[in-house]
């Protein structure tokens, strides 16, 4: 797990200046990048909002930023796969987006709550969660099974930007109580696509954190496709500069660069737990694979687009980066394959080891003390099912 401080630098691993950088490679003069998609190194810069980014890792650090994105995509495919072979009713891949998801959530500290979609299972991962309790919720044996207030991470929420209400009914009652105002304040983080800001929710959510100065972070993955649409379709101009329309400062980043998502994501928590209010970050990246596995994204994209995105690819800058700086062996990453192999062997087990639950049980947890109405339905159903008893139905 990660813990260098955005913003402090002590020590660096050979960065070149960003000016250079930027000249070199054509690098967007928009995009917040500290790690090139060759691997290459950037040791502070300055995005269009003034503020300089930096990280200061250990070689550890950046290890475990590695460790965490192989696995976290290795645990993606397993899923994917068991939902091909009907084991799973629905899977929605992260794969592409492990970089935005890995950093961001490397960001939060423990103090700080998510509000996810059905798709930040790399946050899921960052908070300490069993990587099962998603797959329960897909398989239809459960509802999710976590506990939002022990993991600080709600659950996840199908209905498109919904949550974004829901962070930010959360985060003004943490302003409100006066958790705010320090740096072991308490900051709020809600996840969305880019489709999802066409939705009036998350408009309306952009209206009521601002006007409240509640301590919200918007963190847009921008992965191009609000499922078949196009991101030209969305908006005509970067996502990131809706925010100051609403007045809160915005900012686009590298979302393929886990250094740069942790920098970006870090400051913008702790300016919310400090008091200054909401904020936007727009991810830029790559649904690599399809919407979710009942999607088939060949009817609308065509592969010379995927391929130029797979030269921007979070692990493999990654990698480079390590083997650059020589901070690993061989070995290390043959090490960390086949971890990421044994835990996804394990997912898979118990996956199939989960018992089918009883139809009767979908009224256990409608309310936490059952109500009359409730156990009459139960009666009832309870009732007609017994009805099929020794039939042919």
Known sequence: MAKGDPGVTTRSRRAAPRSKRAAAKGTDPELVQLLTPEGERIESVTGPDGVEYRVDFT?????????DLVLVRKLDAEATALQRQGELGL?????????????SGRALRPQDMAFPTYREHGVLYCRGIDPIMPLGLFRGVDQGGWDPNEFKFNMYTIVIGAQTLHATGYAMGVAMDGKTGGDDGEAVIAYFGDG??????????????????????????NNQYAISQPLERQTRVPLYRRAAGFGFPGVRVDGNDVLASYAVTRHALDNARNGQGPSLIEAYTYRMG???TSDDPTRYRIASEVEAWQAKDPIARMKAFLEKQQIVDADFFAEVDE???????????RVLAMPDPEPVTMFDHVYPNGSPELDEQRAQFAKYQASFEGSAH
């Open 290 to 292: 399809a919407h979710t």
């Open 339 to 349: 971890a990421a192999r044994r835990e996804s062997v394990h997912l898979r087990e």
């Open 91 to 103: 899977w929605a891949s992260l794969l592409g987006q492990e970089a935005a998801q890995v950093g």
């Open 59 to 67: 070689d550890e650090e950046y290890r475990g930023l590695y460790r």
């Open 196 to 221: 999802a800001t066409s939705q009036g929710d998350v408009n309306e959510a952009f209206v009521w954190s601002s006007v409240f100065n509640a301590p919200l972070v918007f963190f847009c993955q």
